[in-house]
């Protein structure tokens, strides 16, 4: 591969959403096990960005300058869990409202899905599953 040829490609993604309160994101993201990889606050203090990881998954959140509307949030997050039934049993746990273990056709190790305190759909599938093969699935496409 030519030096131009690496240097002139996307080498990571890491989705960025807004929320009406940051600090309320992390507080809830904390219960997917996600931590705080860096963040920016304002001048008195109040968090105003943050990007939360664990393990291979990571996100942003930005305040928001407008209302966020969950009908309007044209974006849902899939996340993965070694452990989806232990998963589900902590986030009830929490209080964390998630719906019962489905099985589609995509996912058939398991999905559960709730949303986040901004109305973000969150499906996270059992860890294991063939990523390919569930986009492709997903996305009506043959592998």
């Known amino acids: 591969m030519a030096e131009s040829d690496r240097k002139s490609k996307v080498t990571g993604l890491i989705p960025m959403a807004f929320a009406a309160d940051v600090q309320r994101s992390v507080d809830f993201y904390k219960h997917l096990g996600m931590e705080i990889r860096g963040s920016l606050k304002t001048p008195s203090g109040q968090l105003q960005w943050v990007h939360l990881g664990c393990e291979q998954a990571d996100l942003m959140f930005?305040?928001?300058?407008?209302?966020?509307?969950?009908?309007?949030?044209?974006?849902?997050?899939?996340?993965?869990?070694?452990?989806?039934?232990?998963?589900?049993?902590?986030?009830?746990?929490?209080?964390?409202?998630?719906?019962?273990?489905?099985?589609p056709d995509y996912m058939p190790k398991g999905e559960i899905r709730l949303e986040d305190p901004d109305g973000y759909v969150l499906l996270v599938g059992q860890a294991g599953q063939n990523l390919v093969a569930t986009v492709a699935q997903v996305q009506n496409c043959p592998t």
């Open 62 to 103: 930005a305040r928001a300058s407008d209302p966020v509307i969950a009908s309007q949030q044209a974006v849902l997050f899939y996340l993965y869990s070694p452990d989806l039934i232990a998963l589900r049993e902590h986030l009830l746990a929490e209080g964390v409202k998630v719906s019962p273990i489905s099985y």
